[in-house]
């Protein structure tokens, strides 16, 4: 057997005028700038962060767009948008709830809300601030559970880079927490992602 060129899954991302070819080709090309402007500050914000596997943590954020566009069909402006930000309230300290409906409307601001834990107290007690997350989550959108279960889908594909110091606590806390969030949905996107995290976490745990 040959040995691939390709790069680890860990190591890919979603380049800027990759996103902008997805999108005009599913006819968004007046919201591509609010798009491009929310991939920049993503990766302004997440610039000097590198998670346990060595990777660029901004690299997590567009996959997590990729799984989204290229796996669910999802294209609309604001899920996508979300998704880019999903982490950006909570490393930034310049970046507020304020500046992010201000510059990508009210809607965006409360997903990337909704889709921030918090750090400080999840330092103190990780258990009970994860249960209150997925509570929160609960009572969100779909577009939520959605951008959340696309997120943790993309973590465990890299789990096998080293990505989690407790990867088995890791996968429990997905299928006991957040996987029957999307699975007691209507919704073929959100069944999808439940579906595959599900396949991925089989290859863990048998």
Same mark, same amino acid.
């Given at each position: 057997?040959?040995?691939?060129?390709?790069?680890?899954?860990?190591?890919?991302?979603?380049?800027?005028?990759?996103?902008?070819?997805?999108?005009?080709?599913?006819?968004? *090309?007046?919201?591509?700038?609010? *798009?491009?402007?929310?991939?920049?500050?993503?990766?302004?914000?997440?610039?000097?962060? *590198?998670?346990?596997?060595g990777?660029?943590?901004?690299?997590?954020?567009?996959?997590?767009?990729?799984?989204?566009?290229?796996?669910?069909?999802?294209?609309?402006?604001?899920?996508?948008?979300?998704?880019?930000?999903?982490? *950006?309230?909570?490393?930034?300290?310049?970046?507020?709830?304020?500046?992010?409906?201000?510059?990508?409307?009210?809607?965006?601001?409360?997903?990337?809300?909704?889709?921030?834990?918090?750090?400080?107290a999840?330092?103190?007690?990780?258990?009970?601030?994860?249960?209150?997350?997925?509570?929160?989550?609960?009572?969100?959108?779909?577009?939520?559970?959605?951008?959340?279960?696309?997120?943790?889908?993309?973590n465990?594909?890299?789990?096998?880079?080293?990505?989690k110091?407790?990867?088995?606590?890791?996968?429990?806390?997905?299928?006991?927490?957040?996987?029957?969030?999307?699975?007691?949905?209507?919704?073929?996107?959100l069944?999808?992602?439940?579906?595959?995290?599900?396949?991925?976490?089989?290859?863990?745990?048998?």
């Amino acid at each position: 057997m040959f040995p691939s060129n390709e790069p680890a899954y860990n190591q890919t991302h979603l380049r800027p005028n990759e996103l902008e070819a997805r999108l005009s080709q599913w006819g968004n *090309v007046l919201d591509l700038p609010h *798009v491009m402007n929310a991939y920049e500050m993503a990766q302004s914000v997440h610039e000097a962060q *590198v998670r346990n596997d060595g990777t660029p943590y901004f690299y997590h954020c567009t996959r997590t767009v990729k799984i989204l566009i290229d796996e669910l069909q999802v294209v609309d402006t604001d899920i996508i948008i979300a998704a880019l930000l999903h982490d *950006v309230l909570e490393d930034s300290t310049m970046i507020t709830r304020g500046v992010l409906e201000y510059n990508f409307g009210s809607y965006v601001a409360y997903m990337v809300e909704t889709l921030t834990k918090d750090l400080p107290a999840a330092r103190l007690d990780p258990d009970g601030v994860d249960r209150t997350y997925v509570t929160q989550l609960s009572q969100s959108s779909d577009d939520c559970v959605l951008i959340k279960l696309a997120a943790r889908l993309d973590n465990i594909r890299c789990l096998q880079f080293n990505l989690k110091r407790n990867p088995l606590v890791y996968l429990h806390a997905t299928l006991d927490r957040y996987v029957p969030l999307a699975e007691r949905s209507a919704l073929p996107s959100l069944r999808y992602v439940a579906s595959q995290i599900r396949q991925e976490s089989n290859k863990y745990l048998g």
